[in-house]
């Protein structure tokens, strides 16, 4: 079954940097896009970072330029590298498949909190 991993959050202040990363099992990994979703509070969740099967990378606006996604197929990961973070980060990150695939599993998800 479908397994999803989130580590590395934690409290920083603005203008900090943040390394996210998602340990996935229970599926073909390298045969899917991967992404990172967010989730602040009283908000609806949403898509943070794509990468696709071919490396190919997407962003939110808000986070482009700021935030990196990345995979190692042969590790079955994925990672977001978070710099100059805001306080409009702050949530919950989660990862999964992309949005046409991710079905109803999710993770415990890694709380990210920034500080003005």
């Known amino acids: 079954q479908v397994q999803l991993v989130e580590s590395g959050g934690g409290s920083v202040r603005s203008g900090e940097s943040l390394t996210l990363s998602c340990a996935a099992s229970?599926?073909?990994?390298?045969?899917?896009?991967m992404a990172w979703y967010r989730q602040a509070p009283g908000k609806e969740r949403e898509l943070v970072a794509l990468?696709?099967?071919?490396?190919?990378?997407n962003y939110a606006m808000s986070v482009r330029g700021r935030f990196t996604i990345s995979r190692d197929n042969t590790r079955n990961m994925i990672q977001l590298q978070m710099s100059d973070l805001k306080p409009e980060d702050t949530a919950i990150y989660y990862c999964?498949?992309?949005?046409?695939?991710?079905?109803?599993?999710w993770g415990q998800g890694t709380q990210v909190t920034v500080s003005p």
């Open positions: 229970g599926f073909t990994f390298s045969g899917y896009s």
């Open positions: 990468i696709d099967t071919g490396r190919l990378t």
């Open positions: 999964n498949k992309d949005p046409n695939n991710y079905g109803t599993y």
